[in-house]
């Protein structure tokens, strides 16, 4: 009897931590793997965004901005930064807006053709370019 018990109990512990060990574990998200693409290149990566409209993804290294396409293949780059944090992309301008850390500055781009159109001095913090671009109010003209 005393056999039998035990072997209830330990069946009992047993199924209640399975059933909270399965609803602890984590759900799957939907998303899986489809491609890995290896950049490489030297130095740090930092911000990756993406274009909406063309689905580039804009990827910054550094001392430049890698432009990928959905692929995977490399179809641009936007060279001569200095620091590069991330480029905020403000499509109905054709524009996008590059912040580089070591320098200070901001170069100003063409999302088509993706030529540096101006560098100019930061004089905002790089959250509040970011938080200007993204209401649609372009850094005015100097």
Known sequence: MRRNLRALSMAGVSSVAFAVLAIAAPQSSGYH???KVTLGGEGGW?????DTDTHRVFISHGTHMVVVD????VVGDIPNLNGAHGAALVSEFSRGYITNGRSNSVTI???KSLQTIKELPREVEVV???NKLAGADPLPPR
């Open 33 to 35: 793997l489809v491609k």
């Open 46 to 50: 930092d911000y990756l965004n993406v």
């Open 70 to 73: 959905p692929d995977g293949n």
């Open 109 to 111: 781009f063409d999302l």
């Open 128 to 130: 509040e370019i970011f």
